[in-house]
């Protein structure tokens, strides 16, 4: 080993004192890191220092060969590092990871869009709202939505020649059945986007009316309900204030928190002063944290729909460089440091969530750990049998329900799930695979997407979002983990 490093060395002491990309090969030829620097020589010589942090010990005992390709600036380099980096996906570069924890609401970029609740974000083209700390909250949030805003609900839009039951009740306003103006209906989302932006005062009138008109008819469960939703407002509203921006412009803070080879990037998403959302990533990196940065931005930036007025985050970082690839390749953004006592309150507490995702991302892999243990220690016992004796705790049992026996897996492997062939749908899958009756299927599929989003989640969350027994979930899980 010591004498390949000593090969390594010599070799890079022979690389020019110019700009460029440096290109990492393991023994298989295969290209497993890229960099950029500003001197080769310097920079790719840094790797072999007496005194290196153990990421670069190991990223070092993976290197074969190092190569390099010469460019006439710093900004061409950074451009040809970004455009190898997309081509050949090394493995010790940043790989963004979306931190899907928090929910969000999406309005879809359709003719006649409709609002949903989601955790995945796509570049489709549909305007996202959030991430929501709680999903409980989000609930009531769309509750208000959906109960004075008319949109259409049906997952596929199609011509129909009836309507459904919402355009009955004076839900939708019935674009599947008849020709209804787009431009009306957009005013509607148009609306709808006003009220998700932080627009809510009229809203605030409204539920306040209805909330002291039952509490004078005495009827204080309706009141209490009318009550909850101002308080839900209150909260997203204080969210959307933290920092007391009172600047007039699209900025993104940007906080990360990096630990061996994990990285988490937090961003804090200011849309016309005030806090619209927020969005995590995470990824397994061996690269400089000033390296992380870039390739995150470039990799953000270029993919994302939205494209805000200035970046700000903390750390010694070539803003300038920066500056140029984005006003070359996207648009002119200011990229600067905290400009104000503001602007470092807003970066720190970007830098917290980032290090609270971090955290989050620990406890869950600790818990899955120990859940495999103890899956590990059962084994024996339940690959006898291929019976489910926890049905009786459900409601409604299906009579066709299947019966499975499972063995254990390794602990860091990602969970998988057994899925009915031809069967993507997770309502029916929920149904078949584990005996659930229609009532608790539905009532799981209104707060997860999939099965892999089920089981992500805590015993805790998942009793208290779809009202089942802890002894029901618990077995539940059991069986869809194999």
Known sequence: MREKLAELLESVRKFPKSSGVYIMRNDKGRIIYVGKAKVLRRRVSDYFLKEQNQKTNALLTHIDSIDYIITSSEYEALILENNLIKKHKPHYNIDLKDDKTYAMLKITNEDYPKILKTRRKTQDGGK?????????????????????????????FRKLQSPCLYYHIGKCPGPCFQDYDAAEYRKQINRIERFLNGDSDDMRKLIEKRM???????????????????????????LQSVGNISEKKDIDYIGAYKKDDLVFIYIMQYRNSNLLGAASYWSRTLAREEDVF???????????????????FAGEYDRELLSEYFSKNLKDILVSDARSKKDFRILELARMNARDSYEKYMRKKNLSSRGAEDRSDESDELEETDD????????????????????????????????????????????????IGDKRAKAICESYSSADELLSDDIDSICTKTGLSRKAVEKMVRLMRV
């Open 212 to 238: 002291n008109g039952f509490s004078k008819e005495m009827d204080f469960e309706n009141a209490l309900i009318e009550k909850r939703k101002l308080d839900v407002i209150d909260k997203f509203q204080s």
């Open 128 to 156: 996202y709202f959030g991430p929501y700390p709680k999903s409980e909250d989000l609930d009531v949030f769309l509750q208000i939505v959906e109960s004075n805003f008319q949109y259409r609900r049906c997952k596929r």
């Open 294 to 312: 870039f390739d995150f931005l470039m990799q953000y930036y270029t993919s994302s729909d939205e494209v805000p007025d200035r970046i700000e």
């Open 388 to 435: 489910f004796d926890g049905i009786d705790d459900f409601d409604d049992v299906s009579p066709d329900a299947d019966r499975f026996s499972y063995s254990d897996s390794p602990c860091d492997a990602p969970i998988r799930v057994r899925e009915r062939e031809n069967d993507g749908d997770f309502l029916k899958f929920l149904k078949s695979f584990s005996g």
